[in-house]
């Protein structure tokens, strides 16, 4: 199985940017969709999630708004659409693929399959 993460970079607060991950080696539409982030020297934190379907997501608080999950299961796809980014926001971003399709779940121990991670970096 493999997660490849991608779409960060530079940009200055306020700006945007997409990520996308895209998955092989498993059934896409059989998992749901997780994106988590982990800055210096903290844990890593839930940002938003995605039911296999798409019908049913959830965010973290800090970034409800502003961020937009969405997947797209005939590409294997799932992508974090970034919005009015804050430099709290800077951070490596993982997406992440849960076996319990039906559930968007917020705790990372749930989750079977990561990437490897894009790096996310917004100054002010």
């Known amino acids: 199985v493999q997660l490849q993460a991608s779409g960060g970079g530079l940009v200055q607060a306020g700006g945007s940017l997409r990520l996308s991950c895209v998955a092989s080696g498993l059934l896409f539409s059989s998992y749901a969709m997780g994106w988590f982030r982990q800055a210096p020297g903290k844990e890593r934190e839930f940002v938003a999630a995605i039911t296999w379907s798409g019908l049913s997501t959830s965010y973290a608080d800090s970034v409800k708004g502003r961020f937009t999950i969405s997947r797209d299961n005939a590409k294997n796809t799932v992508s974090l659409q970034m919005n009015s980014l804050k430099p709290e926001d800077t951070a490596v971003y993982y997406c992440?693929?849960?076996?319990?399709?039906?559930?968007?779940?917020?705790?990372?121990?749930?989750?079977?399959?990561w990437g490897q991670g894009t790096l996310v970096t917004v100054s002010s």
């Open positions: 992440a693929a849960d076996a319990d399709r039906y559930y968007t779940n917020n705790n990372y121990r749930g989750y079977a399959y």
